[in-house]
Nanobody, 132 residues
Framework: QIQLAESGGDLVQAGGSLRLSCTAS??????????VAWFRQAPGKAREGVSC????????YYADSVKGRFTISRDNAKNTVLLQMNDLEAEDTAIYYC???????????????????????WGQGTQVTVTS
């Protein structure tokens, strides 16, 4: 079993940076069995995939909207995934969620598909607000 908790959300000016953390609590399972993703949901909009990292951390995926500005990484020894967000824009304002899945990575890697239904495990979210 895996439980996820996000932290690091804040209010920041456009052009600034934030680092989000997703920490997993594991019971009877290993964190490195899971791909981990970041999704975000802005008011009135659908939840969208931002970035994903495979179980080892050697492969990553980014939505076009964040490519070159966001970096995802993981430390399996600490059961943690980080999302470094640089050059933030007002359009990045959203609640950010981390999600984990044993089986989503193939769709992400080969189809570029980050579907919320492929990720059974979710955190509660952390608010990121970017002011212009």
């Amino acid at each position: 079993q895996i439980q996820l908790a996000e932290s690091g959300g804040d209010l920041v000016q456009a052009g600034g940076s934030l680092r989000l953390s997703c920490t997993a609590s594991m019971t009877g399972d290993n964190f490195n069995n899971y791909a981990v993703a970041w999704f975000r949901q802005a008011p009135g909009k659908a939840r969208e995939g931002v970035s994903c990292i495979n179980w080892s951390g050697r492969s990553t995926y980014y939505a076009d909207s964040v490519k070159g500005r966001f970096t995802i990484s993981r430390d399996n020894a600490k059961n943690t995934v980080l999302l470094q967000m640089n050059d933030l824009e007002a359009e990045d304002t959203a609640i950010y969620y981390c999600a984990a899945s044993r089986f989503a990575w193939n769709n992400v890697q080969y189809l570029g598909l980050m579907d919320t239904s492929d990720f059974p495990h979710w955190g509660q979210g952390t608010q990121v607000t970017v002011t212009s």
